[in-house]
């Protein structure tokens, strides 16, 4: 169980969309603050955008604790913010150059050696203080599913 989360957490600092998306179950769901994504395209998509906006992400994973088929991770997100880069209420925020350091903690349900859902928690307001923003307090609209609105790397090829 801790070896696919593991693999995906690999995945996700190197960049290798291809091998993230295959971490996941053709139906799995990812929910965050910013956006929720249903199926291996959508959750793409969204790997896909925060590569862009922030393309030299890293994450460093302080803690795992797995019990039953869930697995959470601690840890820290590290980068710059030099593409566009999607925030909740759909406001996407231009590039700043600002570095970003977040802490995090996601929470993954394991399957068969896949992940099935995974849920990304993170302190939004420590994010909009380092990007410079406005938080999104009192927008209105829902998170959008699967933030597509940048193209996928796969198109590029």
Not at 5 to 27: F, G, K, M, W
Not at 33 to 45: H, K, L, S, V
Not at 131 to 151: N, S, T
């Amino acid at each position: 169980m801790l070896d696919v989360v593991d693999r995906l957490i690999e995945t996700v600092n190197a960049h290798d969309l291809d091998a993230c998306v295959r971490c996941y179950s053709p139906d799995a769901s990812m929910v965050g603050p910013e956006m929720q994504a249903e199926g291996r395209d959508q959750i793409e998509c969204y790997h896909a955008h925060v590569w862009v906006g922030i393309p030299d992400l890293s994450i460093t994973v302080w803690d795992r604790i797995a019990k039953g088929d869930r697995v959470a991770v601690e840890g820290m997100l590290n980068g710059t913010h030099t593409g566009p880069f999607l925030v909740a209420g759909g406001r996407i925020l231009q590039p700043s150059g600002r570095l970003v350091s977040v802490s995090l903690c996601w929470v993954f349900t394991v399957e068969n050696d896949l992940v099935t859902a995974h849920r990304l928690y993170f302190d939004q307001l420590e994010l909009y203080t380092q990007l410079g923003a406005e938080p999104a307090w009192g927008e209105e609209g829902a998170a959008p599913v699967a933030p597509c609105y940048l193209p996928s790397p796969r198109q590029k090829r």
